[in-house]
């Protein structure tokens, strides 16, 4: 049985020093933030404005399932990072502290496949 993974901020999961996978979820094909993730975006943009964070800088990363073509997935992956940074500047954090970026189905959750709902995903990678 794998450990769960240790959390952080209530918000995000830690995958790696400097790197988080949000537990913001979308439905297949939709940059719409689920209904149920709500809370989770709003914990984030608390912890992005509190005094230990209100100085950094992220790179806010969208990613897709592989299902539907390349082209599609990197534009669908780019509006689901863009919904989240507008989720958060409506939320009061400044816009020049968030990089939107998006993935497509090119970096899949390690150890899962492409085509896993798990890859709908945002991450957010502290920059400085």
């Known amino acids: 049985v794998a450990a769960p993974k240790p959390r952080i901020a209530a918000p995000v999961a ?17 940059a719409a933030i689920a209904p149920a993730s709500r809370a989770q975006a709003q914990m984030l943009a608390s912890a ?8 950094k800088r992220f790179i806010v990363g969208g990613h897709t399932d592989s299902v539907g073509g390349r082209e599609y997935n990197l534009e ?15 939320n009061g954090v400044d816009r020049s502290r968030l990089q ?22 945002v991450e957010i990678v502290k920059i400085d």
Not at 48 to 55: H, V
């Open 48 to 55: 992005l404005k509190a005094p230990s964070a209100s100085s």
């Open 100 to 121: 939107p970026e998006g993935y497509g189905f090119d970096k899949p959750v390690a150890g899962m496949s492409a085509k896993a709902a798990a890859n709908r995903r």
């Open 76 to 90: 669908l992956s780019k509006r689901r990072a863009e919904a989240l940074v507008q989720f958060l500047v409506e």
């Open 14 to 30: 830690q995958s790696q020093a400097g790197r988080s996978t949000l537990s913001i979820n979308f439905a297949s094909g939709s």
